[in-house]
């Protein structure tokens, strides 16, 4: 095995700064040292190696196609260095400073927005930046500690914890039921009023189960919109069936304005609620108090099943 040393990290992060950058003149003054000093660092980094890392000329610096490959492990290796400096730093002090959150509007409103006073009056210290977004953002390029993601991860590279599961239900106001009947089932929602989400998964079939038991249907309604909350509303309003998430509706159906329709059906597919968090084995004292009062608020039964209990 290979002996590190002081040196040995010296080299890497020069090397790391100039890849980075563009050029030894903008990485010696991000690292407080004279170009030459970097010069002879990447020189002895190379020579160690016996690889060339970046192509140098009068003009410019570009990374070889091995210094790429290079680049990205002793980048992750710098990341874990410097959030291992953090939390030493931090030790037992009261979590502080910006903590900046990517979350979904509609989710957050409902089940994180009302904790979230308690929350900043038990860690003071804390500013939260949260940016409603329902688009997966780049953690990474895009500087946030984490976010609260619906559906599956794409991006592997991610430290992820599953938060919730949930179905997708239908569901409507009693006032269109009292006035339209009640679906009996499955077949009978061709004879409804059907709210339609073009943007969801089971567009445009409806692919339902109870138990082991499958159907999918082809439904139409008055109303089809990109926009789940307008088509909440218009439910809520009496406009007809709606296919719903059950944190979307959960207090709904706790307080009676809306009822689950054909209620031992559910579509076929089960839903997730995660946080996400950069690449990283250590995490700041400010982003972990965050993910554990999530967990505590959505585990081990998620708060939309508690709201609906008296009405499932």
């Avoid at 249907?217 to 406009?239: F, K, M, N, Q």
């Amino acid at each position: 095995m290979q002996e590190r040393s002081g040196a040995h990290l010296e080299q890497i992060e020069a090397f790391a700064a100039v890849a980075e950058r563009g050029g030894i003149a903008a990485a010696a003054r991000a690292l407080g040292r004279d170009a030459s000093v970097i010069s002879r660092r990447l020189d002895a980094l190379e020579a160690r190696l016996g690889v060339r890392l970046l192509s140098r000329t009068t003009r410019r610096v570009a990374v070889t196609e091995v210094g790429a490959a290079y680049l990205r492990r002793v980048q992750a290796v710098l990341s874990e260095l410097s959030a291992a400096d953090v939390e030493a730093s931090e030790g037992a002090a009261m979590p502080r400073g910006l903590l900046r959150l990517s979350l979904p509007a509609a989710f957050t409103q409902r089940w994180i927005a009302p904790w979230l006073p308690e929350f900043i009056d038990t860690y003071p210290a804390l500013q939260l930046d949260l940016v409603h977004a329902d688009r997966f953002v780049d953690l990474v390029a895009e500087g946030f500690d984490a976010a609260v993601r619906i559906g599956e991860l794409a991006d592997s590279s991610l430290v992820a914890r599953r938060l919730a599961t949930f179905d997708t239900v239908l569901c409507a106001s009693p006032a269109y039921l009292a006035g339209r009947g009640v679906p009996a089932r499955p077949e009978d929602l061709g004879r409804h009023a059907c709210l339609l989400l073009p943007k969801a998964r089971f567009w445009p079939n409806w692919r339902l189960r109870a138990g082991d038991e499958r159907v999918t249907l082809r439904v139409s309604g008055p109303i089809t919109s990109d926009e789940g909350e307008g088509l909440l509303a218009a439910c809520l309003g009496g406009a007809g069936i709606l296919p719903a998430a059950e944190w979307m509706i959960g207090k709904e159906l706790a307080d009676g304005r809306l009822v689950r329709v054909l209620a031992q059906w559910s579509f076929d597919y089960e839903g997730a609620i995660q946080v996400v968090l950069p690449p990283g084995r250590l995490v700041p004292a400010k982003t972990r108090v965050f993910v554990d009062r999530l967990a505590r608020e959505f585990t081990p039964t998620a708060p939309w099943l508690r709201a609906s209990a008296p009405f499932s």
